[in-house]
């Protein structure tokens, strides 16, 4: 299973659409400011340890209690092809935030391939459940508001995990929030549902017998740290 777990924020009935713009823009620009936490020696910077710990437990009580036995019944009733051409609808969806992240980089080709797919995708695909962009020379290349961050040079900030969320750095959680905020600005009441179905989709591994995973705090945090410290690594060395 996925370690990102459903995200759930409070609801707004009127002016979505008006309020999205100043509080990305807000979230974007306090980012720097906030992640310059002291990170001596490349070590983990846990400066909320004790929540982190007990948000780990609920996201982890989740994953076990309601994810997984909904991922295990979805694999066993749902035919394969079916699976595959549902998680396909739902990644023809992440498009537009690809064609965002190209726009903000000044990647014009990169918003140009992400808007033909989608275009494609959800015209000639029916709706996304077939790729058939990629055979008219459209690859997938997914690009997410964290690495315009990272980009950006944006500080990673101290660790911590959001119920929910999951794990998550501070320069992550601002990209977290505000394409969740996006999300929800377009889905409004259908955004916690919508969110549900695309992890059980998406994330969902092609087995009904998960692997047995024994959790470590400290381990998992290591491991994530350093994951993400490579990934922004990489993406800025592409540069």
């Known amino acids: 299973m996925s370690e990102t777990l459903i995200r759930n924020v409070?609801?707004?009935?009127?002016?979505?659409?008006?309020?999205?713009?100043?509080?990305?823009?807000?979230?974007?620009?306090v980012t720097p400011a906030l992640a310059q936490?002291?990170?001596?020696?490349?070590?983990?910077?846990?400066?909320?340890e004790p929540g982190s710990r007990l948000f780990s437990t609920l996201n982890s009580y989740l994953l076990t209690n309601v994810?997984?036995?909904?991922?295990?019944?979805?694999?066993?009733?749902?035919?394969?092809?079916?699976?595959?051409?549902?998680?396909?609808?739902f990644v023809n969806l992440r498009e537009p935030f690809t064609v965002l992240s190209n726009v903000l980089l000044l990647d014009w080709a990169g918003a140009d391939n992400?808007?033909?797919?989608?275009?494609?995708?959800?015209?000639v695909g029916v709706l996304g459940f077939y790729d058939v962009a990629t055979d008219?020379?459209?690859?997938?290349?997914?690009?997410?508001?964290?690495q315009v961050l990272c980009r950006a040079y944006v500080p990673e900030g101290p660790?911590?995990?959001?119920?929910f969320f999951?794990?998550?750095?501070?320069?992550?959680?601002?990209?977290?929030v505000a394409t969740n905020f996006l999300q929800y600005a377009v889905a409004g009441s259908a955004y916690i549902p919508y969110r549900f179905l695309e992890v059980i989709a998406v994330h969902t591994p092609d087995s009904?017998?998960?692997?047995?995973?024994?959790?470590?705090?400290?381990?998992?945090?290591?491991?994530?740290?350093?994951?993400?410290?490579?990934?922004c690594e990489a993406e800025r060395s592409a540069l």
């Open 159 to 163: 660790y911590f995990v959001l119920p």
């Open 37 to 48: 936490a002291p990170n001596a020696g490349g070590a983990s910077v846990d400066l909320l």
């Open 166 to 176: 999951g794990a998550a750095n501070l320069r992550d959680a601002a990209a977290i």
């Open 67 to 89: 994810l997984d036995p909904v991922g295990r019944a979805y694999i066993d009733y749902v035919p394969p092809e079916t699976r595959r051409g549902v998680a396909t609808a």
């Open 208 to 231: 009904s017998q998960p692997e047995a995973q024994v959790f470590d705090y400290g381990a998992t945090r290591d491991a994530y740290v350093a994951r993400r410290r490579s990934a």
């Open 114 to 123: 992400a808007t033909s797919r989608f275009t494609i995708n959800s015209t």
């Open 136 to 146: 008219y020379g459209y690859p997938l290349k997914p690009r997410r508001l964290d």
């Open 10 to 29: 409070p609801r707004r009935r009127r002016g979505r659409g008006r309020e999205v713009a100043p509080f990305v823009a807000a979230l974007l620009s």
